[in-house]
C-alpha cells in the first residue's frame, strides 16, 4: 500500500484554539513532518465552510494551501481530495493546477469531483445544481483539463463550459499531465467518469463498499476499453489508534469535547459515526488486520485523517510505528 496524510486545516474544526495567525505555520510544519517521515503525499480538503456544520472557525482555502505547500516542500507528493469542479472554471482551473505544479516541480495531484456541501454553495452564490448538472460539469471539466494540460490549450462547445482556445502556459511538468484523481462513488455516472478518465479513483473504503465499487468500476471500464488494472484505487480513512481500547475511545472522547462547543451535543456525537466501526479506528493490530483485507481487495492507497493532529502527534507516530510498516 501507498501512504497519504491529510492537513489540518480547518475545515474539519481541527484548528480550533490556535491563533489563526499561527495556523499557517502549523500547517507548514506538519507537512514538512509528513516530508520527514513516510508519508507519499499530502492532502487538503476543498471546502469554505467548516463541517459538521458552519461555524466562525476557519476553513483555508485549498489552492492557495497547495501553491504554499509546493513552495515549502521538496519531495512529498501534494494533492486535494478533492476539488469540487463548479468552484472554479475549469479552465481557470487547469491554469492554477499547472502553476502550482510548476512550483512544486512536479508534485501535484488532482483530486476533482462533483462537490456535495449544499450550505457552502448556496452561500457563495454557486446555486446548487442537481446531481446529474453537477456530474455533466464534471465530465466536461475534465476534458478541459486534460486537453490544457496535453496541448497547452482548451477548447470545448459544452453544455455547462465554453472555452474556446483557452491557453495553458506553461504546461505542467509532470508527463501527460497532472494525474487525475476522481473521487465519488456514484454507481452509474461517477465511475463511468472514473474509468474513462482516472488514473486513480478514491470511494467507498469500508469493505463491502470498497468490493461494490470496484466490481462497478471494472464494467464501466469493460464498457469504455479501459484498463481496469491500470487505475490505482484509494479511499479516505479516519484515524482513532491507540496501544488500548480504552486509548482510542479516549481519543474520540477529545474530538467530542472540541466540536461540542461549537456545533452542539448531538451534531458532535453525529460526527464520530464517521470513526467507530472504521477501518482505521482501534489498536495497531485491529487496523492492520481491517486494512491488510482491503488490501487482498485492491486497495492501493490509503488517504489518512488524524483529527488531532495539529495539537498531539503520539497517534500518527504510533500509526507511523506499527501500521505502515505491516502494510506498505
Not at 465552510?49 to 466562525?56: G, K, L, N, Q, R
Not at 521538496?74 to 494533492?79: A, V
Not at 460539469?137 to 453544455?159: F, N, P, V, Y
Not at 479501459?226 to 482510542?248: L, Q
Amino acid at each position: 500500500m501507498r501512504f497519504g496524510l491529510f492537513v489540518p486545516q480547518g475545515w474539519r474544526l481541527d484548528l480550533v484554539g490556535i491563533d489563526p495567525a499561527q495556523q499557517w505555520e502549523v500547517m507548514r510544519d506538519f507537512t514538512l513532518r509528513a516530508e520527514a517521515g513516510p508519508w507519499e503525499s499530502a492532502w487538503v480538503y476543498d471546502h469554505f465552510h467548516t463541517v459538521p456544520a458552519p461555524t466562525e472557525e476557519a476553513t483555508h482555502e485549498a489552492w492557495t494551501l497547495m501553491s504554499a505547500l509546493a513552495a515549502s516542500t521538496s519531495s512529498i507528493r501534494l494533492g486535494q481530495m478533492c476539488t469540487a469542479i463548479s468552484y472554479r472554471n475549469p479552465a481557470y482551473l487547469a491554469k492554477i493546477a499547472a502553476t502550482t505544479d510548476l512550483i512544486s516541480g512536479g508534485r501535484v495531484e488532482m483530486g476533482i469531483g462533483a462537490g456535495w456541501y449544499e450550505q457552502e454553495w448556496r452561500a457563495y452564490g454557486y446555486g446548487f445544481p442537481s446531481a446529474g448538472e453537477r456530474l455533466g460539469r464534471l465530465d466536461e471539466g475534465i476534458q478541459i483539463m486534460r486537453q490544457s494540460w496535453s496541448t497547452g490549450s482548451a477548447t470545448l462547445d459544452g453544455k455547462y463550459y465554453q472555452v474556446d482556445g483557452a491557453i495553458c502556459r506553461p504546461l505542467p511538468l509532470q508527463d501527460k499531465g497532472i494525474p487525475l484523481w476522481i473521487a465519488g462513488g456514484g454507481e452509474k455516472v461517477t465511475l463511468k467518469i472514473a474509468a474513462k478518465y482516472a488514473q486513480y479513483t478514491n470511494f467507498d473504503g469500508t469493505p463491502e463498499g470498497f468490493g461494490r465499487k470496484s466490481e462497478i468500476l471494472k464494467k464501466h471500464c469493460d464498457t469504455v476499453g479501459t484498463d481496469f488494472d491500470a487505475i490505482v484505487r484509494s479511499a479516505n480513512y479516519n484515524v482513532a489508534i491507540g496501544s488500548t481500547e480504552a486509548e482510542v475511545a479516549e481519543r474520540l472522547r477529545v474530538v467530542k469535547d472540541r466540536l461540542t462547543p461549537l456545533v452542539g451535543e448531538a451534531a458532535a456525537e453525529a460526527s464520530l459515526d464517521a470513526f467507530r466501526g472504521m477501518p482505521a479506528v482501534g489498536t495497531p493490530e485491529q487496523i492492520i488486520e481491517n486494512l491488510s483485507a482491503l488490501k487482498a481487495q485492491g486497495l492501493e492507497y490509503g488517504i489518512f485523517y488524524f483529527p488531532e493532529a495539529a495539537y498531539d502527534t503520539s497517534g500518527i507516530e504510533l500509526f507511523e510505528r506499527e501500521v505502515l510498516p505491516a502494510l506498505r
